[in-house]
T-cell receptor, first 116, second 112 residues
């Protein structure tokens, strides 16, 4: 069974600080990887995704993530956070070539609080 | 283009009552999902559907039933609500089974 670990549960940063949120997964095959963001009071929306190719993926709002296969990791980064980045961030993974049993597994989320 | 719409957005139930959450999508997606979100536990899949007339169990299906009579709708039912079902419920849909999910705005359910 696949699983996703997000070790940082709550991160507090000042505006302009750099961000890195950890995500590690457990799955024996080829994976598709996602980061979703949930702004306060809103639904989840896709931040970025990795299916194949360049392991450094760029998403919306200046976010990027790097897939390191040997480390089973897909960490999210942003060079300079803004107050508007305050949100909860979820890493998710599913098997790339499985059939109808495939499903997206989410991590427990990291709550990011950006202070002015 | 509304995307994924969930109704109702808020509901308070007493233990033992029943209710149905409705999810509607207008993107012609084959796949639809119901998740629950609880603090510190992320999102957990309750049930999902790979097409009209089909449903399948996810991680936490007990106490819930679903139906997908029409491609655009996915209903989540609670036959006898329990306090442990107090949660925020999210519906999602996707074009392919392993692709990006599009989420609704959530339904907050409280069971007293």
């Amino acid at each position: 069974a696949q699983s996703v670990s997000q070790h940082n549960h709550h991160v507090i940063l000042s505006e302009a600080a750099s961000l890195e949120l950890g995500c590690n997964y457990s799955y024996g095959g080829t994976v598709n990887l996602f980061w979703y963001v949930q702004y306060p009071g809103q639904h989840l929306q896709l931040l970025l995704k990795y299916f194949s190719g360049d392991p450094l993926v760029k998403g919306i709002k200046g976010f990027e993530a790097e897939f390191i296969k040997s480390k089973f990791s897909f960490n999210l980064r942003k060079p300079s956070v803004q107050w508007s980045d305050t949100a909860e961030y979820f890493c998710a993974v599913n098997g790339a070539f499985t059939g109808t049993a495939s499903k997206l597994t989410f991590g427990t989320g990291t709550r990011l609080q950006v202070t002015l | 283009n509304a995307g994924v719409t969930q109704t109702p957005k808020f509901r308070v139930l007493k233990t033992g009552q029943s209710m149905t959450l409705l999810c509607a999508q207008d993107m012609n997606h084959e796949y639809m999902y119901w998740y629950r979100q609880d603090p510190g536990m992320g999102l957990r899949l309750i049930h999902y559907s790979v097409g009209e007339g089909t449903t399948a169990k996810g991680e936490v299906p007990d106490g819930y039933n679903v139906s997908r009579l029409k491609k655009q709708n996915f209903l989540l039912g609670l036959e006898s609500a329990a306090p442990s079902q107090t949660s925020v419920y999210f519906c999602a849909s996707s074009y392919i089974l392993i692709g990006e999910l599009f989420f609704g705005e959530g339904s907050r359910l409280t069971v007293l």
